[in-house]
C-alpha cells in the first residue's frame, strides 16, 4: 500500500513536476520510487544525471527495476550524445535482457518495450524492434494499461502506413491526456504534430499548444536548440 507521500510523490510525477515529486518522496522509505523519478526528470529534462545514477546505485543491482533503470541511464546518454560511455550500448541491452526475466508481467513488458526502442533508435534495426513492441503491446492490452499503451504505440506507429501511422499516434495521445500524464501528453503532441502536413491546421494548433508547455516543463529535446 502507498503511503500518502509516495500517492503524492506519484501525483507529482504523472504531472511533470520532478523536483517537486523528488522533495516528497523519501528516498529510504521508497527507494525504487525515487530512483524512477530521478531518471524520467534525466530523461525528460537532461537535467540531474548525477542525481538519477546516485538514486540507481542505492537499489538492489540484482533487481530488476535496477536493471530496467541502469538500461534507460546508459540509453538516454547514447541517445543525446551526452558523455556516453565506451560500454552503454552493451549495458543498456544486458539490463533490458536481464529485466525482462523477471516474474512481474508488467515490469517484464517495459523492458521488452524499452529494449526495442534501444533496436529502432540506436541500432537502426525496426525489424528487431517490432517483436519487442508486439510482446510488450500484449501484455499492456492484456493488462488494460492504457498508460503503457500510449508508449509502445506512439514507437509502433513509425513501422506503420501513414493512415494508421496517424491514428496510433493519435490514439496515444489521447490515452496520455485521459491520464493526467502532463509530460508524456506534451510529447505525443509534438509526435503527432511532426507526422502531419506541414499545411495541416491540426500541426499549427498543436505545435501553439505544445511548445509552451515543453517550455515550462523544460522537456529538453522539445525545446528549440540555439
Known sequence: MLTDDAYVARRLHLLGEWEA????????????????????????????????????AALDPASPTAQLLTARMAYSRLLFQRDPRADDRAVAEAGYRAAAQSDDEKQRGWAEYHWGVLLDNIDGDPAGALARYETALEIATKSGDGYFESYIIRHLAHLKEPAERIAMLRRSLHLRAALGARPQTIAA??????????NDPERAELIRTFRPGAEELRIGWLLPTN
Do not use: S, Y
Request: aromatic residues 6%; negative net charge.
Open 21 to 56: 515529486a523528488l522533495a516528497v518522496v523519501d528516498p529510504d522509505a521508497e527507494p525504487e520510487l525515487h530512483a524512477e523519478i530521478a531518471v524520467d526528470r534525466w530523461f525528460f529534462q537532461i537535467e540531474g544525471h548525477e542525481e538519477a545514477e546516485k538514486a540507481v
Open 189 to 198: 503532441q509534438a509526435a503527432l504534430a511532426e507526422d502531419l502536413p506541414e
